[in-house]
């Protein structure tokens, strides 16, 4: 077609071999657009493919959990897999945690690679001496003759009129753990990326994912959704890049952090939005590095204020950074309660937008100092 176009087409004086050039380079840059043009995935799906094709390629991947098999999974993560994998490897058990992590980890002894659901972290409780004891230290003890590759995943944190025995974030509980690593995903990317990850790692992971970012759909491209694509654990992520402030988040706050930062900009504060994705290890590299560059910080989290993961990013901070600091570092985090029942309180329960875009300004000067407590 080219060829004919050289031949019989002159246009506004150009010659003719260079209109030909021009349209094949314009072909290819539509191609090249069409082959890494964005898909958008629900992180459901990112995680059940991500399972999905760790099976496929490592036949000593399995899951276990509560209703992972018939039911497709509570929140319908494993969907599909027990008609593909068999009951062998999508193991439905009864509701005894303690129980089935027990067998994951003496699984995992003896070098197969479990996928531990939990319906909510906080039934993780029931099995923490596995988790902990079990799992976590055998390496140490061992004197790195025992790796333990296991993963421990499934909804943390607040969902949404669920109570305090269903809303609580396990982040700093277990990151404060030597021998675990501790993963938490925002986007499909996140999801799919760090999943992985988790999976192939040759020592116990705690994934926590989040009930109200299941449904929801992010852009991934091409290489994303490819099944040798993997995310490095504790490396976080710069979603938006700023000068003025620093916000670090995990899981659904990384969100809320994008929203506020949307909000900040109309006012003139450019805020730098860092996705920690990995809880421990912990990225202080990046952090630091952001800080240094805007010399202020807000942490964002849902979990509780004291001991918290933004307490052990204020601490990075302050002994590798405190001289760059223009501003006392703004710490957000859930209110220190048990999580309420009744959705307004609930509501004042967690951190929201505004209580980002507030702590912003005040490390920026930008707004009054928060009233003095009662």
């Given amino acids: 077609m080219l060829g004919i176009i050289r031949r019989k087409i002159v246009t506004g004086g150009v010659p003719v071999s260079k209109f030909g050039d021009s349209l094949q380079k314009q072909s290819w840059v539509l191609s090249r657009c069409l082959s890494t043009a964005a898909k958008e995935i629900t992180v459901r799906e990112a995680l059940n493919t991500a399972l999905d094709e760790e099976m496929s390629a490592d036949p000593k991947v399995f899951l276990m959990g509560e209703e992972v098999g018939e039911y497709d999974g509570a929140y319908k993560i494993s969907k599909g897999l027990l008609e593909k994998y068999g009951p062998d490897r999508v193991i439905d058990t009864p509701i005894t945690e303690a129980g089935f992590t027990g067998i994951g980890v003496g699984a995992a002894y003896h070098g197969l690679r479990p996928v531990i659901e939990f319906m909510t972290f906080n039934f993780s409780m029931q099995a923490i001496d596995h988790i902990i004891n079990s799992a976590a230290k055998s390496n140490y003890m061992s004197a790195g003759q025992m790796n333990v590759p296991i993963v421990f995943r499934g909804p943390n944190g607040a969902a949404a009129g669920v109570g305090a025995q269903h809303s609580q974030c396990f982040a700093a509980w277990y990151a404060s753990c030597p021998g675990l690593k501790v993963l938490s995903p925002y986007s499909s990317e996140d999801a799919r990326g760090l999943l992985k990850a988790a999976i ?175």
């Fill in 200 to 374: 192939r790692d040759p020592d116990p992971v705690v994934f926590l994912e989040n009930e109200l970012l299941y449904g929801q759909s992010f852009p991934v491209s091409a290489e994303v959704l490819d099944s040798s694509f993997c995310l490095p654990i504790g490396k976080a992520k710069i979603e938006r890049e700023g000068k003025d402030v620093t916000i670090t988040a995990y899981s659904k706050m990384v969100g809320y952090a994008l929203q506020a930062a949307d909000i900040l900009a109309k006012d003139g504060i450019s805020a730098e939005v860092i996705n920690l994705r990995s809880i421990r290890p912990l990225d202080r590299a990046a952090i630091n590095a952001s800080v240094r560059k805007t010399n202020r910080l807000v942490t964002v989290e849902e979990g509780f204020p004291q001991h918290g993961v933004g307490a052990e990013i204020c601490a990075s901070i302050v002994e590798e950074s405190f001289g760059y600091l223009d501003a006392p570092v703004e710490r957000i985090a859930g209110a220190d309660v048990p999580m309420p029942y009744a959705a307004n309180l609930e509501r004042l329960a967690v951190p929201q937008v505004e209580d980002i875009v507030r702590a912003a300004k005040r490390t920026c000067y930008r707004s009054v100092a928060k009233a003095a407590n009662a």
